[in-house]
Antibody, heavy 117, light 107 residues
Framework: QVQLVESGGGLVKPGGSVRLSCAAS????????MAWIRQAPGKGLEWVSY????????SYTDSVKGRFTISRDNAKNSLYLQMNSLRADDTAVYYC??????????WGQGTLVTVSS | DIQLTQSPSFLSASVGDRVTITCRAS??????LAWYQQKPGKAPKLLIS???TLQSGFPSRFSGSGSGTEFTLTISSLQPEDFATYYC?????????FGQGTKVEIK
């Protein structure tokens, strides 16, 4: 069965960096676009970034452009999000999700990133 | 960016009630809309794709309709396990955007 397992979250100081990982299993990872979606505490869902299946295309929401970088390693069935220059408003649960035809059909359980001094 | 506005933001209903949630897009998005169900502490689950295609695992009391700028999610007879927050999402353009959510609570 499809599984997505995020890791790498934790407490980070403002201006700091963290790298999130998402381990995928149960499907042919290299065939699918993947995305990161976040949810601030008590708030709604916010799409952060996506990457095409062959690493060719990426896109980011405006608030993270220049600070976050999405990448993937198809040989390792893994998705990553490098997050730099973190701010308090980046505090959220970060979900990785599989994208199919534009919707997100499977989600991981999420990893919490807290940006605080 | 395409803005999605859900109404209502909060809904209090009883078991057995018919519930309708509306999602309005700031521009036409054809049928490029999905709905998700999220329960507290859990990841969202894809409920409906392409505006009206119900995903496997969800009962037929859930239905979606609409195209262009106005969409609806209907629960024909609300059950205890349906109390959750529901989000719409447009897949017409990047950035993908979500509605602000509709929380369905027990009356």
């Amino acid at each position: 069965q499809v599984q997505l397992v995020e890791s790498g979250g934790g407490l980070v100081k403002p201006g700091g960096s963290v790298r999130l990982s998402c381990a995928a299993s149960g499907f042919t990872f290299s065939n699918y676009y993947m995305a990161w979606i976040r949810q601030a505490p008590g708030k709604g869902l916010e799409w952060v970034s996506y990457i095409s299946n062959a690493n060719t295309y990426t896109s980011y929401t405006d608030s993270v452009k220049g600070r976050f970088t999405i990448s993937r390693d198809n040989a390792k069935n893994s998705l990553y999000l490098q997050m730099n220059s973190l701010r308090a408003d980046d505090t959220a649960v970060y979900y990785c999700a599989r994208e199919v035809s534009g919707w997100f059909d499977f989600w991981g359980q999420g990893t919490l990133v807290t940006v605080s001094s | 960016d395409i803005q999605l506005t859900q109404s209502p933001s909060f809904l209090s209903a009883s078991v057995g009630d018919r519930v309708t949630i509306t999602c309005r897009a700031s521009q036409g998005i054809s049928s490029y809309l999905a709905w998700y169900q999220q329960k507290p502490g859990k990841a969202p689950k894809l409920l409906i794709s392409a505006a009206s295609t119900l995903q496997s695992g969800f009962p037929s009391r859930f239905s979606g309709s609409g195209s262009g700028t106005e969409f609806t999610l209907t629960i024909s007879s609300l059950q205890p396990e349906d109390f959750a927050t529901y989000y719409c999402q447009q897949l017409h353009d990047y950035p993908r955007t979500f509605g602000q959510g509709t929380k369905v609570e027990i009356k």
